[in-house]
């Protein structure tokens, strides 16, 4: 159809193709969907409000290869709001959906998934350019996806749950089927906090319900824990992360929409997903089920906690007051006016204070003033003198203006108990002042310069003392590091005293260097890797002011949550899904100092203080250690399916580029040659082709059954699969021994002529292979050679 442009509410829209089916399966057209995008604004709107979206388009079909869009192309309407956000490598302009002529322009561009995060911009403006760290949520969200064999009354059984516990916490919630799998659980906050506070809460509240309930539900990001379970992704809450928006459409086969739902829906066991047609009949019948989410967002906010130069919230000293008891304690409790001058005479000069307290252990209290608080951290070491030197500083609450001159003894029993004194004070100098990295000249009697506040967790800080220097540069032994390797020895006979065990991941072995601000990736054979995993930039941003040389693995992983060599390896040349994250396990390098001849377990506790700053950058992980003994940690590693186990010495220095027997690495996989037998239908989303192959071995009786393979298999290799076993189907079985009812009921058999490779764990007790994964076909062999 030719182009055109339709009114909506005094706007002009142009529109083209209206007859384009966008939806082959159902016939849905283009003019549907921007029909759709228009009846459904009034309740639509109040949920987009203030947020930037993210559009994932499909201009072509959903049968076609979508893709995301961030920016707002300059052929965007003058009349569309637009606001910016600064990212780790630029600046992006969103678009912000505040009329209904906006979600119909939408529509027009076959946008059909509306993603937005769960913060807003501030109101009142129009031109903004937001940092990540002013990023304040108004409401939290948990996202409930199914795993594997899993319905989605099971999903609804455990978002009821996940309702109670919100409830016991004071949050309303409202549930929403996503269109796609599983559920998405809102909850409006009292108040808006900060993106990390909203994605701590929802943290706590996913992995409380795990422990609950650890048979069927996880609150781990790895997909090899999700089969049989429910995966409760509470990420969805970063301030980086968006979340579908309700009411949105869904690229799938159907048009499927996120659609609100009432609690007492819940209780249905054929509960399902709802389509487009349907949510509009819903929204005749009882408007926006979600009224109560967003009604909040237009009041009065606590002001953002931090601009360019650091503004934060308005003073609150209620966790303070909270914790003492007025009556029975002599410190000040705000009630006296401060000049902001310190003790130097230069008024609106801001002060700090470092006061040594001996409480139940001796630690010192470092304030700064700031908005009429002192905003405080204690540090047990005190700050660091040296340069060299990282000391923690943990975060507490605010404490009021005039605590800057308190000294004497908080009586024993109270919050605190011991006695005061002020060891330095002075004033200060805000270089930068930001929720996750704050820096600042001290001027005091006795500590004066540069000091890095670097946020590494919830309430946990590094100390830095910075130079005014250029930062520390590479010592020679690392300016061209090779990683040490590890040699190949069982691991069983090996205990927990001496060593200890790690995962063995199936990837590239990479060393990061990030320092003087810059950023490269390195292989084991020292080529720069820089620029093959954009993915990983990012963490330039999380280490910010940290200088570092880290050791780790990049690696892929596939939509079951495994590592997988085969597509990192062809990764830009394939359509299957796949995850690039870095797996961080050894630090050999820290802001100037050499690591190198530490012990593995001094290294391994200073890679764990830094593990909290990667926390919110879904690209990087530090992995757990495996517990226990060799046997026990081969074990684990078996269990979770992983490439096998990395045994460490504790005392090992690292030595590089050298294989060392105080590194030692057992693979968990074996692969096997086996012959097709038959395979058996799929199901969900493999319903019109083959959901596993049935294979055997052959021995002078016949062909003995080992098992089913049903992953490693990508849509192209299942569909070529097909046609090449259709010709070879025969009646009956070609297995000599029987085969397990449930799996005979609906297999279909073929004459046993195709030979493949499978990787596979171990045996089973009853001769079938454990964890087998598809590998291919071999076109050079017959089954007689096998």
């Known amino acids: 159809m030719a182009g055109d442009s339709i009114d909506v509410d005094g706007r002009h829209v142009a529109v083209t193709h209206l007859d384009k089916v966008i939806y082959p399966a159902t016939g849905t057209r283009k003019y549907e969907v921007i029909d759709y995008y228009n009846r459904v604004a009034d309740v639509m709107l109040p949920h987009l409000w203030r947020r930037p979206i993210t559009r994932k388009r499909w201009p072509d079909g959903v049968e076609k290869q979508p893709f995301f869009e961030k920016n707002l192309p300059d052929s965007a309407p003058s009349w569309i709001e637009r606001r910016s956000i600064e990212h780790s490598d630029r600046e992006a302009t969103y678009p912000v959906a505040a009329s209904r002529a906006d979600l119909v322009w939408l529509g027009q561009q076959a946008a059909l998934e509306l993603h937005v995060p769960q913060w807003t911009f501030p109101p009142d403006t129009t031109e903004v350019t937001m940092a990540k760290a002013d990023r304040r949520a108004n409401r939290l969200v948990l996202d409930l996806d199914p795993g594997p064999d899993v319905a989605l009354s ?128 819903r929204i005749d019948t009882h408007g926006d089920i979600l009224a ?69 252990r001796l630690h010192y209290d470092f304030r700064l003033e700031r908005d009429g608080v002192l905003v405080s951290w204690a540090v047990p070491k005190n700050l660091p003198l040296d340069g060299d030197q990282n000391r923690l500083a943990v975060h507490t609450e605010d404490h009021p203006l005039d605590y800057a001159t308190f000294a004497g003894d908080i009586p024993a029993g109270e919050y605190g108990g011991g006695h005061v004194e002020i060891w330095d004070h002075g004033t200060y100098e805000t270089e930068k002042w930001r929720a996750n990295e704050v820096i600042v000249r001290l001027h005091g009697e006795r500590i004066q310069g540069r000091y890095a506040l ?46 200890a065990f790690e995962g063995k991941w199936d990837g590239y072995r990479i060393l990061l260097e990030y320092t003087r601000g810059e950023l490269r990736l390195r292989s084991r054979s020292g080529i720069d890797m820089t620029k093959d995993f954009p993915q990983l930039h990012s963490v330039a941003d999380d280490l910010g002011l940290i200088d570092a040389v880290l050791d780790g693995e990049v690696v892929a992983v596939d939509s079951n949550g495994k590592t997988n060599f085969t597509l990192l390896a062809s990764r830009a040349h394939t359509d ?34 830094l593990a909290p700053i990667f926390a919110s950058n879904p690209a990087i992980e530090v992995p757990p250690l495996l517990i226990g003994s060799g046997v026990e940690a081969v074990a684990q590693s078996r269990e979770k399916g992983w490439e096998g186990v990395v045994a460490k010495r504790r005392d090992s220095v690292y030595q590089q580029g050298r294989r060392s027997q105080t590194w030692l690495k057992q693979k968990n996989w074996s692969d096997i040659e086996v012959v097709v037998g038959g395979w058996r239908p799929g199901k ?8 596993s192959l049935l294979v055997g071995l052959p021995e002078e009786t016949g062909l003995r059954y080992v098992g089913r393979v049903g992953t490693g298999l990508t849509d192209k290799q299942l569909t070529a699969l097909a046609e090449e076993l259709l010709p070879l189907k025969r009646k009956t079985s070609p297995f000599v021994d029987r085969l397990d009812r449930p799996v005979e009921h609906d297999a279909v058999w073929v004459l046993p002529k195709v030979v493949a490779e499978v990787r596979f764990m171990d045996w089973t007790s009853t001769g079938h292979l454990r964890h087998p994964s598809w590998r291919g076909i071999r076109r050079d062999k017959l089954p007689g050679d096998l």
Not at 318 to 332: I, L, M, N, Q, S
Not at 342 to 360: K, L, N, S
Not at 582 to 609: C, H, K, P, Q
Not at 684 to 691: K, L, V, Y
Request: hydrophobic letters at 35%; charged letters at 30%; glycine letters at 8%.
């Open 684 to 691: 969900g989303n493999r319903a019109n082709t083959i959901g």
């Open 576 to 609: 299957e899904k796949f995850d690039i994250k870095l797996l961080l396990f050894d630090v050999l390098y820290l802001n100037g100092s050499s690591l190198i001849r530490m012990t593995w377990e001094d290294r391994r506790a200073l890679l764990d203080e």
């Open 154 to 281: 099971q999903c609804a059984e455990i978002a009821l749950l996940l309702r109670d516990l919100l409830a016991s916490a004071g949050l309303d919630s409202y549930p929403v089927t996503s269109g796609s799998k599983g559920i998405h659980v809102y909850a409006p906050l009292p108040r808006a906090v900060s993106s990390d506070g909203a994605r701590t809460v929802a943290k706590q509240i996913a992995t409380a319900l795990a422990a609950e309930r650890p048979d069927d539900v996880t609150a781990s990001m790895s997909k090899a824990l999700r089969p049989g379970k429910v995966f409760i992704d509470w990420s969805q809450n970063s301030g980086s992360k968006t979340t579908l928006s309700p009411y949105s459409l869904r690229g799938r086969d159907r048009p499927w929409a996120a659609a609100p739902r009432f609690w007492d829906e819940f209780t249905d066991t054929d509960i399902r997903q709802l389509d487009f047609t349907e949510v509009l009949e």
């Open 454 to 499: 670097i946020k590494t967790g919830d309430k946990n800080w590094l100390a830095h003392l910075m130079s005014d220097e250029p930062r520390p540069i590479l010592p020679d032994s690392l300016r061209d590091p090779r990683p040490m390797l590890a040699t190949e020895d069982p691991v069983e006979k090996l205990d927990a005293g001496k060593w």
């Open 292 to 360: 109560g989410l967003d009604d909040a967002i237009d009041a009065p906010e606590a002001p953002p906690s931090a601009d360019a130069e650091g503004e934060r919230e308005v003073v609150d000293l209620g966790e303070y007051r909270r914790k003492r008891d007025e009556a029975k304690t002599p410190e000040p409790f705000g009630d006296t006016a401060h000049t902001g001058a310190g003790d130097t005479g230069e008024p609106g000069a801001p002060i700090f204070v470092i006061q040594e307290h001996h409480a139940r």
